[in-house]
């Protein structure tokens, strides 16, 4: 059974840090892995989509990395700033238009 | 790009009552709708695997008898909760699959935040 775990769980920073989270999945057969952002009380905005043949996707001051054979991508966030406050999930999907297995997440704090 | 709209985003009911709600795909396709829960600081947990005029799959320990599951169109499914009770307080979100291409990424509706006093 698929397991998603993400470390840490919280974490906070100065603003203007640069910061990496992590997320490690237990299969490595999986169709692709997403990041995604949770604002409180909010649905989930896709951040990066990366497919199991890809090894990184970046947008803008965000870069996802993943390594499919050890079950583990990276979420690097570059220049933090207080918007960044969130909490990150991490969902690996085992075929496509499966559903998502997702991490529980990682509570980002920024402070300026 | 594509959209999912999930209604209500809130809700506040009795003990007891049914609560119905809804989640849209506004501009795709989609065969498939994926039903979650999320519990404070937990993850979001698949309660049911939607398909566009069959009966839902439901995941171990979700009771099919209590969220009612309908998805008679490409664009709209429903979750209804019946005979809510308190500890079915959670966030519910929906998501999406297009119809085509078949690897495009799941499409997240805002999520209904449900409270049953």
């Known amino acids: 059974k698929q397991e998603v775990t993400q470390i840490p769980a919280a974490l906070s920073v100065p603003e203007g840090e640069n910061l990496v989270l992590n997320c490690s999945f237990t299969d490595s057969a999986i169709y692709n892995l997403q990041w995604f952002r949770q604002d409180p009380g909010k649905g989930l905005t896709s951040l990066l989509l990366i497919q199991s043949s890809q090894r990184e996707q970046t947008s803008g001051r965000l870069n996802a990395s993943l390594d499919k054979s050890s079950g583990r991508s990276t979420l690097y966030i570059a220049a933090s700033q207080p918007g960044d406050s969130a909490t990150y999930l991490c969902a690996v999907s085992p075929k496509a238009g499966t559903a998502l297995i997702f991490g529980k997440g990682t509570t980002l704090s920024v402070s300026s | 790009g594509a959209v999912v709209s999930q209604h209500p985003s809130w809700v506040i009911c009795k003990s007891g009552t049914s609560v119905k709600i809804e989640c849209r795909s506004l501009?795709?396709?989609?065969?498939?709708m994926f039903w979650y829960r999320q519990f404070p600081k937990q993850s979001l947990m698949l309660m049911a695997t939607?398909?566009?005029?069959?009966?839902?799959?439901?995941e171990q320990g979700v009771e099919k008898d209590k969220f009612l599951i309908n998805h008679a169109s490409l664009t709209l499914s429903t979750l209804t909760v019946t005979s809510a009770h308190p500890e079915d307080s959670s966030f519910y979100i929906c998501s999406a699959s297009k119809v085509s291409p078949y690897n495009s990424p799941l499409h997240f509706g805002n999520g209904t935040r449900l409270t049953v006093t």
């Open positions: 939607s398909n566009e005029g069959s009966k839902a799959t439901y």
């Open positions: 501009d795709f396709q989609a065969t498939t």
